[in-house]
């Protein structure tokens, strides 16, 4: 708005003066922010408020935790940096959860936090922390305004670094001060076209054409060929270019946890259920925006053939310099995909289904989805996890396109379902993720419902995963979110007390296990405290009921299945970590 559009007030005349909360808020709407996730209080209300009244949803939460993972999902379904509001000293402190969990998963995020009075620093303030020391390990850049005059610049940059390159958080500082500085409306004008003109352009990394030929040479002379993909490409929405790739070439593929979905999980060249014949024999390995981690066993033997050929696609170069793989082709994935097809159409090549390679997978893959489908089609009470599993696998098929999107925590709930329940569409699984973090459930529940509002979203929780942003239920209500969150509910930490006779003395021996929660708890009553449905189920037909009511509601709702305390394993498929 220009000073001239302002209707004349009583101090005719008298430029409008707009404070810090309100040229942060024009910055962020200015600057493409369409929703911000987070805690209020002094000194962000008023930013939380102007933001809103801008048109920026705002989603309230009770913990700056769940925010913060929520923002960060938020970012990595839209391509676009989540925002997270926090105030000072505790509210921050909450808040790095979101940021670290981000960096972990490379996942763009925005954390804006108020800070304490910059003339009391140092004095004991309210709230009082040097937060931008606080970022600095799990934040990949940080800006702190010192003045008004500098928001809208430091507003731009927060914005431009969470994308640039290798996604990840950072972290913008608001001392109270400068919020409550004043500027006129065309001071602010001015700051934020200056601020507009000095925004990042993004950075196109070219690939040599010679490397893309050497790639293709590789994976042309390959006799065992693997495709893997991961959340980078998901996030890159290299879909299409992986399917022609995998299709032209006939070259089966293995998705990390989140990849899953960016290629059907029954697609008839997934190695999925083959995995360890897949990674384990390949000889040529194309890995496209995953980092060969403790998910993919660092590359290493004995999981991976001591002479497998990696041909790595990461959009950051340092992280092919710390893996050193045979190859490394430094860009987007979606483009160097693009660029790869380019270069097999001039000369194709396509395994088929009768070579060696492709019908030894498909054959190992077939047992185990026999073997798999004989133990779940068995309806088992009091529940395992398996019964329970196959109901809801069916249920989300029925729903049909847009798919939902499936959110997943705890161990053996986890583990299990990342086995059972299948991915079709891109984008559609948020999990523990690379830092196996419990307590990101319900946040990420949230973001994904705010992103994509034409899909339900469903949640498929451990009690204990599920327990650690519960409150948050109280958060679907009031937006009343499409949200049906399934809690397995083993009462505990993988379920009942494991504990040998050795582990079980001393003056506390007599107390619940360290494992162990309230046995059979009602969970779905949680949700009824706020008005939300409540399911409590024990049986395939009442499972059954519960989902076909919540899941045509969509409404939010909680349902409650008790699991056999002693079905599964302690700490799932993780155990020599343990
Ligand atoms: C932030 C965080 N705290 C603790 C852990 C350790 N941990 C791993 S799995 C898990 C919970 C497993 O129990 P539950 O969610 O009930 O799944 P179950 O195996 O019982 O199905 C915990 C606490 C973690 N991964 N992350
Ligand atoms: C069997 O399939 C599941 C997923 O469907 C997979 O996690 C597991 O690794 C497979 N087993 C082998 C031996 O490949
Ligand atoms: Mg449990």
Known sequence: MAAADIAPGPNDGAPVLIDGNVLAAKALSRFGVDRMFGVVGIPVTSLANRAVSLGIRFIAFHNEQSAGYAASAYGYLTGRPGVLLTVSGPGCVHGLAGLANAMANTWPVVMI?????????????????????????????????????????????????????????????????????????????????????????????????????????????????????????????????????????????????????????????????????????????????????????????????????????????????????????VGDAKRVLQAINKEIKDDPFCLGKSHPWVEAISKKAKENVSRMEAQLAKDVVPFNFLTPMRIIRDAISGVGSPAPILVSEGANTMDIGRAVLVQTEPRTRLDAGTWGTMGVGLGYCIAAAVASPDRLVVAVEGDSGFGFSAMEVETLVRYQLPVVVIVFNNGGVYGGDRRSPEEISGPYKDDPAPTSFVPNAGYHTLIEAFGGKGYLVGTPQELKDALLKSFAARKPAVINVIIDPFAGAESGRLQHKN
């Not at 140092?122 to 940080?142: C, T, W, Y």
């Not at 925006?289 to 999981?303: D, I, S, V, Y």
Request: charge should be negative; glycine fraction near 6%.
């Open 113 to 329: 936090s108020g800070s304490c009075d910059q003339k009391d620093f140092g004095r004991g303030d309210f709230q009082e922390l040097d937060q931008i020391e606080a970022v600095k390990p799990v934040s990949k850049f940080s800006a702190k305004a010192r003045t008004i005059n500098e928001i809208p610049r430091c507003v731009a940059q927060v914005l431009d670094h969470a994308v640039a390159g290798r996604p990840g958080g950072c972290y913008l500082d608001l001392p109270s001060d400068v919020l409550h500085q004043t500027v006129t409306e065309s001071e602010a004008e001015s700051l934020l076209a200056e601020a507009e003109k000095c925004r990042l352009k993004e950075e196109i990394t070219n690939v040599l054409s010679s490397q893309i030929e050497e790639a293709v040479t590789l994976l042309r002379q390959a006799e065992r060929p693997l495709i893997v993909f991961g959340k980078g490409a998901a996030y890159a929405r290299a879909e299409n270019e992986l399917r022609k790739l995998v299709e032209s070439t006939g070259t089966p593929f293995l998705p990390t946890p989140m990849g899953k979905g960016l290629l059907p999980d029954t697609h008839e060249l997934a190695a999925t259920a083959s995995r360890s014949l897949a990674i384990g024999k390949c000889d040529v390995a194309l890995v496209v925006g995953a980092r060969l981690n403790w998910l993919l066993h660092f590359g290493e033997p004995p999981k991976w053939s001591p002479d497998v050929k990696f041909i790595s696609v990461d959009v950051s170069k340092e992280e092919i310099e710390l893996r050193k793989p045979f190859m490394g082709l």
